[in-house]
């Protein structure tokens, strides 16, 4: 069975720029996560999805945006790029009727010069 | 708001040494905690779940211990081997208000010594 894979794996981009990231969930998995994990700040929970919709946020501000299209995979967006957004972007999967147990992707490192 | 500390930050040992990471939550509503292991600049491994109404998981060489009355967890390594090496991660999943969110420990660092 196929993990959770995560495009690219990574990314440069300058700051005021647009970041797009993807992820494609587990086989049957409907719950997509993402979590920041920025140097020294640990891992941070960022968005939750099920069913289309965003159902959690975690405490970072609008322009960290995302989707999640009718075959469960999920975008992440991250928009008007900061020096600070560098960081490994990680995405898990789970079922709906198992939420408690996530699965984790390989990540996606984004850097912003 | 949940909290989840870890001590030590890092942690050298020799090969062969059995050795403990401690792991501590502040708020014991949770559904569960989960031991990870992460690589240099990798994604994370679950290597132990534990469910709130259990007090340990085992597996090979790795042992996972949780109290959720005092809000404690510990993760035990026997024989310790150079394979070892990574950063270790404590997580649990709070069972309020349906978040379903993972919060983590900043981790232990352990670098086993040939």
């Known amino acids: 069975e196929a993990g959770v894979t995560q495009s690219p794996t990574h990314l440069i981009k300058t700051r005021g720029q647009q970041a797009t990231l993807r992820c494609s969930p587990i086989s049957g998995h409907t719950s997509v996560y993402w979590y920041q994990q920025a140097l020294g700040l640990g891992l941070q929970f960022l968005l939750w999805?099920?069913?289309?919709?965003?159902?959690n946020r975690g405490n970072f501000p609008p322009r960290f945006s995302g989707r999640q299209f009718p075959n469960y995979s999920s975008e992440l967006n991250v928009n008007a790029l900061e020096l600070e957004d560098s960081a490994l972007y990680l995405c898990a999967s789970s079922l709906w009727t198992s939420r408690y147990e996530q699965y984790f992707g390989p990540g996606t490192r984004l850097t912003v010069t | 708001k949940q909290e989840v500390t870890q001590i030590p930050a890092a942690l050298s040992v020799p090969e062969g040494e059995n050795l403990v990471l401690n792991c501590s939550f502040t708020d014991s509503a949770i559904y569960n905690l989960q031991w990870f292991r992460q690589d240099p600049g990798k994604g994370l491994t679950s290597l132990l779940l534990?469910?709130?109404?259990?007090r340990e998981q085992t597996s090979g060489r790795l042992n996972a211990s949780l109290d959720k009355s005092s809000g404690r967890s510990t993760l035990y390594i026997a024989a310790s081997q150079p394979g070892d090496s990574a950063t270790y991660l404590c997580a649990v999943l709070d069972s309020g208000a349906g978040s379903y969110q993972l919060t983590f420990g900043k981790g232990t660092k352990l670098s086993v010594i040939p």
């Open positions: 999805y099920d069913e289309g919709e965003e159902r």
């Open positions: 534990i469910q709130s109404s259990q």
